[in-house]
């Protein structure tokens, strides 16, 4: 059984990068096929794509937020990343990771999700 | 990227059938089979209920149906049960992007 786990800083300061980390358990990154997501929601709100990375590397960012996103695959920890820069209070969310089969909409595993705010 | 139209709200009593619908284009859920449908309760995490239009993951009872007309999806629950409320997103691959959401539809089990 395939498990995701987010895990970074709950508070993020305004202007300051935001960093969260998903460690997949139950299979490898690397097996191909898969696309590795960031996925947000705002409180009381509906989804947000943020982008995806493939174990090759290979990344996509939503682009009302690519200048700000960088996602990064760690193979050898089984692990993938989010940073989000210049925050501020809107990017105040729940931040799931989730994985994409074959690029399909069909996010089959999610990460429990994790709250980050965006607070001095 | 524009969001899929799905209702505010829909609602049902227990053993009736309920109908959510998901409304794009032709980039999107009109030119491929690639619609999902996820149920959110409450601070958990979204889960899968149907992909690729009418597939039903391992474990997903068969009360929930989804089908596919021109550039709309629909999801359907049949004896609607009190543990079904909860708000159901859409998404669909796009040509635009990757994946498109739908804005969510809370679904009331009176």
């Known amino acids: 059984q395939v498990q995701l786990l987010e895990s970074g800083p709950g508070l993020v300061k305004p202007s300051q990068t935001l960093s969260l980390t998903c460690t997949v358990s139950?299979?490898?990154?690397?097996?191909?096929?898969?696309?590795w997501t960031w996925i947000r929601q705002h409180p009381g709100k509906g989804l947000e794509y943020i982008g995806y990375?493939?174990?090759?590397?290979?990344?996509y960012s939503n682009p009302s937020l690519k200048s700000r996103v960088t996602i990064s695959v760690d193979t050898s920890k089984n692990q993938f990343s989010l940073k989000l820069s210049s925050v501020t209070a809107a990017d105040t969310a729940v931040y799931y990771c989730?994985?994409?089969?074959?690029?399909?909409?069909?996010?089959?595993?999610w990460g429990q999700g994790t709250l980050v705010t965006v607070s001095s | 990227q524009s969001a899929l139209t799905q209702p505010a709200s829909v609602s049902g009593s227990p053993g009736q059938s309920i109908s959510i619908s998901c409304s794009g284009t032709?980039?999107?859920?009109?030119?491929?089979?690639?619609v999902s449908w996820y149920q959110q309760h409450p601070g958990k995490a979204p889960k899968i209920m149907i992909y690729?239009?009418?597939n039903r993951p391992s474990g997903v009872p068969d009360r929930f149906s989804g089908s596919k007309s021109g550039n709309t999806a629909s999801l359907t629950i049949s004896g609607l049960q009190a543990e079904d409320e909860a708000v159901y997103y859409c998404t669909s691959y796009t040509t635009t992007s990757p994946v498109v959401f739908g804005g969510g539809t809370r679904l009331t089990v009176l």
């Open positions: 989730a994985r994409d089969v074959a690029l399909t909409a069909n996010f089959d595993y």
């Open positions: 032709s980039s999107d859920v009109g030119g491929y089979n690639y």
């Open positions: 139950g299979g490898s990154i690397s097996s191909g096929g898969y696309y």
């Open positions: 690729a239009v009418n």
């Open positions: 990375i493939y174990y090759s590397g290979n990344t």
